[in-house]
């Protein structure tokens, strides 16, 4: 009867929703079976990272106009960039602007010289698990290892071409 029910509410729809839903259906069933899901499981978007041509300016915005709590600026050399964090209650956003002359970041505002969002970083709750996994799906990685990100906690980037034009920095919670 539900997959009779699944079926006649799913008839309009496009292929992929139609997977989608199916997918889900699939997933529960599992579950109830007690099949093993993910190893790991993604948490809660940590920031927005935007690169800046001026940290001063762009610190001022979001403190002097804006009013909202931002930290010093901290360099990071090992990732070739200052950075500074803006609280918004219900995340961050990182203003980062290049250090040194082999900095992303810079290669980044020569190509957009207004700056702009560069990643987006979401917490995993088991960052090697997530790499194992997110390999084994073809998702490359911009490192071998991860790395200590500007939290103090290891972080991996995966390639934008392989999510959808995004570059994303996972975070171990």
Same mark, same amino acid.
């Given at each position: 009867? =539900? %997959?009779?029910?699944?079926?006649?509410?799913? @008839? +309009? $729809? %496009?292929?992929?929703?139609?997977?989608?839903?199916?997918? =889900?259906?699939?997933?529960?069933?599992?579950?109830? /079976?007690?099949?093993?899901?993910?190893?790991?499981?993604?948490?809660?978007? !940590?920031?927005?990272?935007?690169?800046?041509?001026?940290?001063?300016?762009?610190?001022?915005?979001?403190?002097?106009?804006?009013?909202? =709590?931002? @930290?010093?600026?901290?360099?990071?050399?090992? *990732?070739?960039?200052?950075?500074?964090?803006?609280?918004?209650? !219900?995340?961050?956003?990182?203003?980062?602007?290049?250090?040194?002359?082999? %900095?992303?970041?810079? +290669?980044?505002? /020569?190509? !957009?010289?207004?700056?702009?969002? *560069?990643?987006?970083?979401?917490?995993?709750?088991?960052? !090697?698990? &997530?790499?194992?996994? $997110?390999?084994?799906?073809?998702?490359?990685?911009? @490192?071998?290892? #991860?790395?200590? +990100?500007?939290?103090?906690?290891?972080?991996?980037?995966?390639? #934008?071409?392989?999510?959808?034009?995004?570059?994303?920095?996972?975070? /171990? &919670?």
């Amino acid at each position: 009867m =539900a %997959s009779a029910l699944l079926k006649v509410a799913v @008839s +309009g $729809l %496009s292929r992929c929703s139609h997977l989608t839903i199916l997918r =889900a259906h699939a997933t529960t069933a599992a579950l109830r /079976q007690g099949i093993p899901g993910s190893l790991w499981k993604l948490g809660r978007l !940590n920031h927005i990272a935007i690169a800046v041509p001026d940290m001063e300016k762009a610190t001022a915005l979001y403190r002097d106009i804006l009013g909202a =709590a931002v @930290s010093d600026k901290v360099p990071l050399p090992e *990732h070739g960039v200052y950075t500074v964090f803006v609280e918004l209650g !219900n995340t961050k956003l990182e203003l980062l602007h290049p250090l040194g002359e082999k %900095s992303p970041i810079a +290669g980044f505002l /020569q190509k !957009n010289k207004a700056g702009g969002m *560069h990643h987006i970083c979401i917490e995993v709750d088991d960052i !090697n698990a &997530a790499i194992v996994d $997110l390999k084994a799906k073809n998702i490359r990685m911009l @490192s071998a290892e #991860p790395r200590i +990100g500007a939290h103090g906690k290891p972080v991996m980037f995966l390639h #934008p071409k392989d999510c959808d034009g995004v570059l994303v920095e996972l975070e /171990q &919670a």
